[in-house]
Nanobody
Framework: QVQLVESGGGLVQAGGSLRLSCAAS????????MGWFRQAPGKERKFVAA????????NYVDSVKGRFTISRDNAENTVYLQMNSLKPDDTGVYYC?????????????????WGQGTQVTVSS
């Protein structure tokens, strides 16, 4: 089992920044890929970014490339999502997820463990 706890969400104006954290515990060695997804009100959960925290390979959805950065602190078993130049369309609940696969995939079904989510609201 892997437990994931997100933090760092909040309310920010457009153009601002937030850093989300995802603290992982349990059998983290079994889940080399960590990802972030977001879910806007009334919409399905969608991929944002992912990283293989063994080799550092990353993957981003096109809409956040150049604005968001996923990183990790292996010693702390924590994955971060630095979000800059935020837009109202970035609003949603952000979920951290862990997968057994080594490819930092955008595929929702590849992720086995999920956190409870943290709310990000970007005002215009």
């Amino acid at each position: 089992q892997v437990q994931l706890v997100e933090s760092g969400g909040g309310l920010v104006q457009a153009g601002g920044s937030l850093r989300l954290s995802c603290a992982a515990s349990g059998r983290t060695f079994s889940t080399p890929t960590m990802g972030w997804f977001r879910q806007a009100p009334g919409k399905e959960r969608k991929f944002v970014a992912a990283m293989n925290w063994r080799d550092g390979y990353t993957n981003y959805v096109d809409s956040v490339k150049g604005r968001f950065t996923i990183s990790r602190d292996n010693a702390e078993n924590t994955v971060y999502l630095q979000m800059n130049s935020l837009k109202p369309d970035d609003t949603g609940v952000y979920y951290c997820a862990a997968a057994f696969v080594t490819d930092p995939t955008s595929r929702y079904a590849s992720y086995t463990y999920w956190g409870q989510g943290t709310q990000v609201t970007v005002s215009s």
